[in-house]
């Protein structure tokens, strides 16, 4: 399938004018994969032609798209305008009042869809479970009549904290149907990581389990909750689900156990006839610096958005099998676990636990069990199961599969072509989904059906929105010239603001660029107009004079074939300047030595040009990462300039992995 397989190559293309003010790219993969003409055949939009007729179209009328998309749901009352807008202030489908919940269930319920799986579930003991979306409906609606009797009104913020279990899903879909402010904290967090996000949005209640299973034990959620909730004043009760069957204490007048509650909760509620804008949800991004920010995502704008990029990129079918492995606790387990397969109507398969436990061919093991048609994962998960062997992967069979996508970070090429060969078997098209918390939804992404892929770029943005890369003065870059991700158009399910800052808003997006949304990423367009991202700006590295996306040296790093994964850094070098610091993590077969050092040095020098050869090389048995799976630069950086780490690291996961690279030896 592939135009031309066998060129891996990345060269030095910089650009004179403007290397100063925008960024270098260096690679050019020439590789190029159309979408299987079978694939294409059943797809919902099926050719590079329809896909730009459907562009072109959302261009010139975007009031015309989106509106015809949300013509489709259910609303109360219709709108009175699709948008208006006060930059950088968005009202979309001002006057309209709909449910979103009421459109991701009681719409299906109302149809042959009422006894379809809407989730099926496997706990990380194999235990199994399937919730229709009849069963789903009728537990959603017994637990918003909880909601209600516990005293939660619309507009009161409700925090979650629970592993991946059907009832994190069965209390968002509460929220929202009551009209609720669900704020989902990550089980993995901290108390002092709820205490501050609770504070942030006085929420009024947290809903927690009493435990989460974890890679054959357990998690005490509950004893984290009370120490996080003394410093809660705003928390009013708090509603605990058995899962693991912990010890726990449960307090008086404010602890209240699920199943109690749900015995008594009739299963029938009445949604909410909310306004369009009526605010939906409070998700916490850690930015570099400072305390997290609440990104707040709305009722409608964000509900049309997360179930047309659903249906589009995914090409999702009534027969499909959608298997993502995020956690509800980021936004792609909120548009992509929760709201988009359900407005759909999809059937989706959530697993609870590690990807490894109780071996690395977990995922594998389900997607042959449960014939999974789509799977939805990350890079870092893809370069985990690279390094540890193929064989994992290829003893089972996973010739169910028929489309697969990535999201979270720039995918390595070869990383690409192994998801592609090993886990696709050359059959299956890979989406790799360019987006944000703060977009609520994806972006820029292939859709499978239409558009030919290459291993590293997530193509082109979808119908109706208007990403470009510029310079810093805010002109368009040329072809192949990196500079910054900007987003030139409001698009239904952008952030509204930050949680109670607006000022932090206005500055952190909208500051940089006159009228334009600033991603935060470095970028760059290539002659078919394909953006590839470069990573975020914060991390690009400055080499003689030139800045370099540090994704595009990591990649030519993870193109040897030792090399699992790599992050790399600049630190101050008197000579130069600034010097490169690569942190390499190696397959398991492969042994760091002097050797294979320079190897690596030379075949960067080789890939991209001697201008990107690493000046140094450090061996990492694991590299820092957030708890949704990225690279922590930042902390590498600090580490490669003092061998020390003062910055903030609370969203680290696992502070075995600083410990290990501050103690080795560097030879
Ligand atoms: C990065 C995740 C390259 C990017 C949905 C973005 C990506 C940040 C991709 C947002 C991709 C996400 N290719 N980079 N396909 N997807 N990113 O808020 O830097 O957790 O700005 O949202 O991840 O991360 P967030």
Known sequence: MATDDATSNVQHTVTPSTAEVSISSVMTEKRKFPP??????????????????????????????????????????????????????????????TNICYNALDVHVNSWRKNKAAIIWEGEEGDERVLTYGELHRQVSKFANVLKIAGIKPGDRVAIYMGMVPELIIAVLACARVGAVHNVIFAGFSAHAITERVNDSRARMVICADGTRRRGGSINLKNIVDEAIVNTPSIRSVIVLKVTNEEVHMHNGMDHWWHDLMGLAADECEPAELDAEHPLFVLYTSGSTGKPKGILHTTAGYMIHAASSFKYVFDIKDEDIYFCTADVGWITGHTYMAYGPLLCGATMLMYEGAPNYPQWDRFWDIINRHKVTILYTAPTAIRAFI????????????????????????????????????????????????????????MVSPLPGATPTKPGT???????????????????????????LVIKKPWPSMLRTIYGDNDRYEKTYWSDFNDMYFTGDGARKDEDGYIWIMGRVDDVVNVSGHRLGTSEVESALVSHEAVAEAAVVSRPDELKGNALVAFVT?????????????????????????????????WAKGLPKTRSGKIMRRLLRELATSNEIKGDVTTLEDFGVLENLRDQEND
Not at 587 to 600: F, P, S
Request: charged fraction near 25%.
């Open 387 to 442: 390094r540890a062997g193929n064989e994992w992967v290829t003893k089972h069979n996973l010739s169910s599969l028929r489309l697969l996508g990535t999201v979270g970070e720039p995918i390595n090429p070869e990383a690409w072509m192994w998801y592609h060969k090993v886990v696709g078997q050359g059959r299956c098209p890979i989406v790799d989904t360019w987006w944000q918390t703060e977009t609520g939804g994806i």
């Open 586 to 618: 190696l397959k398991d077969e492969y042994v760091g030595d002097m050797t294979l050092r320079e190897a690596l040095r030379n075949h960067v020098a080789k890939e991209i040009g001697p201008i990107a050869k690493p000046d140094e090389i450090r």
């Open 36 to 97: 299987p003409a079978d694939f294409a055949l059943n797809a919902h939009v099926s050719s590079m032609a329809e896909y730009e007729k459907l562009y072109a179209a959302a261009e010139a009328d975007p009031d015309a798209y989106w509106g015809g998309i949300a013509e489709k749901f259910h609303w109360f009352k219709k709108w009175d305008s699709v948008l208006e807008w006060n930059s950088p202030y968005a009202k979309w489908f001002k006057g309209g009042k």
């Open 458 to 484: 997530a193509t082109r943005p979808l119908p109706g929105i208007a990403v470009d890369v510029v310079h810093k003065d805010g002109t368009p870059c040329v072809a192949n010239e990196g500079g910054y």
